[in-house]
């Protein structure tokens, strides 16, 4: 069986494993409050039809008025600040559920908004995380440099180290200051902040409900949206670097399970007659476009980690092998392709 069918075969049983061990923690630390707060809550409702003499659809027209005047307890929802933070929780996929709209309208421009502004912000999302990661990179060059240390370029672990850290300090800064405005503990802001920039939004805990903040507070609105939408940036740069970590072990694979890509694996022949590692480094260049003339070409990968292609034992048994030579094909192609970024 090859690698990757082993690979995917082994993720599935480990994420059912894994949902299991879940649902077995879940059911023993939460099963018991849940019954506790059930009876107490059966209790204090029989007090209060006994205490006020309400009736039984009384008391239901009661827990309707309740449920339904909730969401308005933060003000208007949908006026522009409020609209504007549910079109930044769709667009983020988070999904609280404290507002939604309740006209047909409402409902069908949500739908297709998410269906545009959903891609939209997954790629906006992904290319600043890519940006912070190359911010990164640089940064612990320069640090490295600094400590004069051997190696001085930026490894996987050393990025994913960096942005974890990022990641942290968002968190636990943002829990402060919803610990302060929201009348939360820490440990239930921590909580929030977790649940935010991890798009999982149960709703539990929203910010911006309490007081007319929506309203009254612009400054808590606009530190509440820099706070998801710079938070989720620095998450889906963990999560670059998380795709890209799992993409190097799948070209390896392919290399390993299939023959007739080992070559193309080690090395991808251009139609300029350059011959280029996986990591976009150059191996070979073609002598009759004059490309291997030029001392000052570019043989530095393009990625800031060294992850994707040979090592430099190889790059060096591949730049001595004379038994390359450009086909015709490719020598008598007048296209022009320019080196791609992995």
Known sequence: MKRQNVRTLSLVVCTFTYLLIGAAVFDALESKEESRRDELLKVSTNALKSKYNISDDDYRMIELVITEYKPHKAG??????????????????IGYGHSTPVTAGGKAFCMGYAMVGIPLGLVMFQSIGERLNKFASVVIRQIKKYLHCKK????????????????????TTGAAVFSRYEGWTYFDSFYYCFVTLTTIGFGDYVALQNDNALKDKPGYVALSLVFILFGLAVVAASINLLVLRFMTMNAEDIRRDDPDMQSSSHHVLTLDGEVMAVNGKLLAANPYLGIGENPEIDQ???????CLGLNHIDNQEWLLDTSYHPSQTVLASNLKIKRASV
């Open 300 to 306: 530095m990968s393009v990625c800031s980690c060294n």
């Open 152 to 171: 001085i370029e930026a490894t996987e672990m050393n990025l994913m180290f960096a942005t974890g850290m990022l990641s942290s300090i968002i968190i």
């Open 76 to 93: 208007p929802q949908w006026k522009f600040a409020g609209a504007f933070y549910f079109a930044t929780v769709v667009l983020a996929m």
